[in-house]
């Protein structure tokens, strides 16, 4: 994947887990509210998967 697809994935499932974390309060189910915070750590991951990899791209691209 490249770096914008894995940035664009990585806020995608942020939000949503966002919605469940607060769907999850709302409904007083606590297994949706933590299913929402993997989620949203999940694209945590992603984003800085991809900007790891917009890093790698500047450096290589100097040589």
Avoid: C, H, W, Y
């Avoid at 994935?9 to 929402?36: F, I, S, T």
């Avoid at 750590?41 to 691209?61: M, N």
Wanted: hydrophobic share 40%; no cysteine.
């Amino acid at each position: 994947m490249s770096s914008i697809t894995d940035k664009v994935k990585g806020l995608a499932n942020e939000a949503v887990g966002n919605v469940k974390q607060v769907a999850g309060r709302a409904l007083d189910k606590p297994e949706l509210e933590a299913e929402g915070l993997a989620q949203e750590a999940k694209g945590e991951g992603q984003q800085a998967l991809g900007k790891g990899k917009d890093a790698v791209k500047k450096v290589v691209d100097k040589f």
